[in-house]
């Protein structure tokens, strides 16, 4: 069994949700933040068997589009941190995806 972990856009997040939720999958939603641009993302993670792996970030794949987007300092991502070579504008990825060995997964 796998585990798979897929950081998506949360704009993305609902239609891929709903869409592996139609193909069979379970699918848990969390509210994420990624570490450089400090803006919300969505992680799911998706539980499934060795063999629903490919299907699983096949629909990933179709429902999770790469973006440009701008890296704003924010309150908490201050200020003082425009003096970093930091690039402006970034393309980020429709999904990340981190698929992981699950020893063993019970429902009580
Ligand atoms: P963020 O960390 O907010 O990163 C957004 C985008 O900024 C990244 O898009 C990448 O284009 C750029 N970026 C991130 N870290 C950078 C760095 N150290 N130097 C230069 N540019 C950097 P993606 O790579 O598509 O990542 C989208 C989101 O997926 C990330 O949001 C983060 O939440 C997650 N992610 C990506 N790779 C990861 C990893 N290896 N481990 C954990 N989370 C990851």
């Known amino acids: 069994m796998k585990l798979i972990?897929?950081?998506?856009?949360?704009?993305?997040?609902?239609?891929?949700a709903a869409a592996l939720t139609e193909a069979g999958f379970f699918?848990?939603?969390?509210?994420?933040?990624?570490?450089?641009?400090?803006?919300g993302n969505t992680t799911l993670l998706i539980g499934t068997e060795d063999t629903?792996?490919?299907?699983?970030?096949?629909?990933l794949k179709k429902h999770c589009t790469t973006r440009k987007q701008t890296n704003?300092?924010?309150?908490?991502?201050?200020?003082?941190?425009?003096?970093?070579?930091i690039p402006k504008e970034v393309t980020v990825s429709g999904a990340t995806v981190f698929v992981?060995?699950?020893?063993?997964?019970?429902?009580?």
């Open 72 to 85: 704003k300092p924010t309150a908490t991502f201050g200020a003082g941190l425009q003096n970093f070579s």
């Open 52 to 59: 629903g792996v490919e299907e699983a970030v096949k629909i």
């Open 5 to 16: 972990l897929a950081i998506v856009n949360n704009d993305d997040s609902a239609i891929a």
């Open 100 to 108: 992981l060995n699950v020893d063993r997964m019970e429902k009580l």
């Open 27 to 39: 699918v848990t939603k969390l509210s994420t933040t990624g570490g450089f641009l400090m803006v």
